[in-house]
């Protein structure tokens, strides 16, 4: 089993739909990151979380840390929000900063 | 303020050739960090400097290096390529180790043919 679960894997919505992607984990973090990729490869930081909700924009942000999950929403989706959501852990203890990545949630948001 | 920026962007090489990825993080940052994506294996992560010094390197073999120079501009380089190597290698800078913010490059796609 990954240390990083993300549900869905593919999600296709109609634009203007809310959207949420799930993130689980099995492992401590010290802080869990929502990356976005677009076609062409770059990747864009969208939130880092140690705890509680962020919101920037139409996207929400949010972790439960007893519950080891984390949750992004998207508000009122536009075909522009299209591309791969990945959820990402920095696993806590010791001295060793890596980051751990789930899947990838492949995100289409139809006109 | 310039982001994060990986030369080249593309690159082919022969299976058995070496190769030297660049990475130049934002300036101030002193943290760089190496990930390889491939369509099976997803994102994972190759090793992380901080000060010129190698700090964590993941599960990756010998063939995989990688330094990082007093302005904190990092290469990572692949020796003996195998077709297997063929990937988005992505790197990531931050001001600091752990609990910050990391800031990703457009990342360079190697094709060993």
């Known amino acids: 089993k990954n240390e990083v679960e993300q549900s869905p894997q593919n999600l296709t919505a109609q634009e203007g739909e809310f959207i949420t992607i799930n993130c689980s984990y099995s492992v401590g973090i010290s802080a869990l990151h929502w990356l976005q990729q677009h076609p062409g490869g770059g990747i864009v930081s969208l939130f880092m979380?140690?705890?509680g909700k962020k919101k920037h924009g139409r996207l929400i942000a949010t972790i439960n840390i007893q519950e080891k999950h984390s949750s992004l929403h998207i508000t009122a989706s536009h075909p522009r929000d299209s591309a791969v959501y990945i959820c990402?852990?920095?696993?806590?203890?010791?001295?060793?900063?890596?980051?751990?990545f789930g899947k990838g949630t492949l995100l289409t948001v139809n006109p | 303020k310039a982001g994060v920026t990986q030369t080249p962007r593309y690159l082919i090489k022969t299976r058995g050739q070496q190769v030297t990825l660049s990475c130049s993080p934002i300036?101030?940052?002193?943290?760089v960090s190496w990930y390889q994506q491939t369509p099976g294996q997803g994102l994972q992560f190759l090793f992380e400097?901080?000060?010129?010094?190698?700090?964590n390197k993941g599960n990756f073999p010998g063939r995989f290096s990688g330094r990082q120079f007093s302005n904190s501009r990092s290469e990572m380089n692949v020796s003996t390529l195998e077709l297997g190597d063929s990937a988005l290698y992505l790197c990531a800078s931050a001001w600091d180790r752990g609990n910050t913010e990391a800031f990703f490059g457009q990342g360079t796609r190697l094709t060993v043919v």
């Open positions: 990402a852990v920095l696993r806590s203890g010791g001295s060793n900063y890596k980051l751990t």
């Open positions: 400097y901080f000060s010129e010094t190698q700090r």
């Open positions: 300036s101030g940052h002193r943290s």
């Open positions: 979380l140690s705890s």
